[in-house]
């Protein structure tokens, strides 16, 4: 579980860039796994865009690096216990232009589920595609 003051926090990404963020936990990571969700904001208008591996409402990044999406990364370092969120600028340019949604991810041990952080998700475009990693030409 996270610590207390780590459960919540909105995600800002500039539409194009890689983004990090790393939680720490209270207790071990070891033999646990990790899910990270990305969805839409149901109650707006906001469509969803970008790439999807199997829904068109919501994204999921694992443990398994996915250069199209992101990773996961779970660590125990003595007594310091974190999950490392990465997302990849492939994934982020593909998000819509002021994207507004959600994020959680859930941690699994051998026998449940737990919510272990959350909050909102926003995606701040760019005035040009100059700083996008696919840039422009017009």
């Not at 990790?34 to 865009?49: I, L, P």
């Amino acid at each position: 579980m996270p610590e207390t003051t780590k459960t919540y926090a909105n995600i800002e990404v500039l539409q194009g860039a890689d983004y990090e963020m790393t939680i720490t936990l209270d207790s071990a990571t070891t033999n646990k796994t990790y899910v990270m969700m990305v969805r839409k904001d149901f109650t707006g208008a906001t469509d969803f865009g970008g790439r999807n591996q199997t829904s068109p409402f919501r994204t999921e990044i694992y443990e398994t690096d996915d250069t199209d999406y992101g990773k996961l990364t779970a660590t125990d370092s003595g007594t310091v216990y974190t999950v490392k969120i990465k997302l990849y600028a492939a994934w982020t340019e593909t998000l819509d232009d002021d994207f507004d949604g959600y994020w959680e991810i859930v941690e699994k041990d051998s026998s449940s589920y737990s919510r272990i952080a959350q909050g909102e998700f926003y995606i701040n475009n760019s005035a040009s595609r100059l700083a996008s990693i696919t840039g422009r030409s017009d």
